[in-house]
């Protein structure tokens, strides 16, 4: 009988020095405010790398879920070109030249989509981590984007003229408007890219942003393992 209570003595203390140890390793592991916001920059700047990489690689958008296609009032344009000789294939050819100045202009947005990431705060990391799925993507859009924009747009518009997208865009606007009866139009190729570009990479890093908070193996450093610990508890 003794013995019984001696081994049971003994199972509880172990027991209760496991339970300990569990309470330590979870308070020792808690992140820290310096490691949040470190791990949340380093889950964004993943998201970005990824979506420029993928994105500024030929057909990385024109072959893609993030092709950009012609805006309605440009496809009225091409409409009614593709009878006359030398515009049949007006409007793929836009298509093409769009994507491929937008596939080349990528290429520069990951310095500038980490400098915005730079300044992100304390605060800022704490609502993202305990945020919604895409928290910390809305945060980088909504702070961001105007900046982006201006850093963007000139080479967007640099790629264009490197494709000769805009110079062939001029000519299909002037054959069309020699159209009788149409009403003349000239949308600005270079904001619709801009913004279509723009919004392939943010989509791409929120995909990133969502694997890493469901999936622990896309957690691919210590650091983000610890601080969406944080999260999933």
């Not at 199972?11 to 820290?32: A, G, H, R």
């Not at 009032?73 to 100045?101: S, Y």
């Amino acid at each position: 009988m003794m013995f019984r209570i001696f081994i049971l003595t003994v199972l509880i203390s172990f027991t209760s020095c496991d339970v300990l140890k569990e309470v330590q390793n979870s308070v020792l592991s808690e992140p820290t405010n310096a490691e949040i916001i470190a791990g949340l920059k380093e889950a964004l700047t993943i998201g970005i790398s990824k979506g420029s990489d993928l994105l500024s690689k030929e057909d990385g958008f024109y072959k893609s879920a993030y092709k950009i296609l012609l805006p309605a009032e440009a496809r009225k344009v091409t409409d009614k070109l593709k009878v006359i000789p030398g515009f049949n294939d007006v409007e793929e050819e836009i298509i093409k030249r769009l994507n491929r100045a937008a596939e080349d202009a990528a290429k520069s947005a990951k310095p500038i989509f980490v400098d915005a990431i730079k300044k992100m705060t304390i605060n800022d990391a704490l609502n993202i981590l305990m945020g919604q799925p895409d928290a910390a993507t809305r945060y980088l859009e909504t702070n961001t984007f105007d900046g982006l924009y201006a850093a963007f747009q000139p080479k967007i518009v640099e790629s264009l003229d490197k494709f000769n997208a805009l110079e062939y865009w001029e000519k299909a606007v002037t054959a069309y408007n020699k159209i009788p009866f149409v009403d003349q139009v000239n949308p600005k190729l270079d904001d619709y890219v801009t913004r279509e570009a723009l919004n392939g990479l943010f989509d791409m890093v929120e995909k990133e942003e969502t694997a890493i908070r469901k999936d622990p193996a896309k957690r691919v450093s210590a650091l983000l393992r610890k601080v969406f610990a944080k999260q999933d508890a």
